[in-house]
């Protein structure tokens, strides 16, 4: 298991985890998170949006080993379930994610990547109010956990108010909020919960 671990710390925590950035930005070390826990931070940042996670430790490694590791971030589907990314070039980070939601009136005329399908993830994902994930003409998840704080208000929670606003002009948008916090629900023993724990550890 640890392996494993250590080598997913280099391709899920994308922002500067330096000191004064995780000061300022209120980031942690991921923890097993309750329920309660994650309603709470939630509710300080105002958002009512029902939030997806994954049903279990198996099924957030899955995520991950699929290239669903960013956090926070914005994965585009098509009306097919097909990925369609945001990125002009590779080295584009989510600071385009604002632009390409502002441009979704053209979102049909991007090809989707026939490799890459919502239906791989889905099946990973459950929520407490036992909801189902829709698709639209653009679906949309949005990656978010209370350990990285603030980055959530300035990305993922803002990202919400932007889709909104994208609705109100008619487009056919459906957005969907996915929780990459390490959950206390897996009931994993003790022995697991500590080591998994230790190895994110930044």
């Known amino acids: 298991m640890k392996r494993f671990i250590i080598y997913t710390l280099f391709i899920v925590f ?6 004064l950035a995780k000061l ?5 070390n991921p923890y097993f998170a309750t329920e309660s826990d994650l309603n709470s931070f939630l509710l300080k940042y105002k958002i009512q949006q029902n939030s997806f996670f994954f049903k279990d430790w198996e099924s957030y490694k899955q995520a991950i080993t699929s290239k669903y ?4 971030d914005a994965y585009f589907f098509n009306k097919n379930g097909e990925f369609v990314t945001y990125k002009k070039t590779a080295s584009d980070c989510n600071a385009k994610v604002d632009e390409f939601i502002a441009e979704l009136n053209n979102f049909s005329s991007i090809e989707g ?3 890459k399908n919502i239906s791989e993830i ?3 994902l459950t929520n407490t109010k036992n909801e189902k994930i829709d698709l639209n003409e653009v ?4 990656s978010w956990a209370s350990f990285i704080g603030k ?3 300035d990305k993922a929670f803002e990202w919400i108010r932007i889709l ?12 969907y909020l996915i929780n990459y916090d390490l959950q206390k629900s897996w009931d994993l023993n003790e022995e697991d919960e500590n080591e998994i724990k230790e190895s994110f550890k930044m």
């Not at 300022?24 to 942690?28: A, D, L, R, V």
């Not at 590791?69 to 926070?72: G, Q, V």
């Not at 679906?139 to 949005?142: D, G, H, R």
């Open 14 to 19: 994308l922002i500067n985890c330096q000191s």
């Open 122 to 124: 889905i099946p990973l």
């Open 69 to 72: 590791s960013s956090i926070p």
């Open 164 to 175: 909104d606003e994208a609705k109100n002009n008619n487009v056919k948008v459906n957005y």
């Open 151 to 153: 980055v959530n208000e």
């Open 139 to 142: 679906t949309v998840l949005i």
């Open 113 to 115: 990547d026939k490799t």
């Open 24 to 28: 300022k930005y209120g980031i942690k």
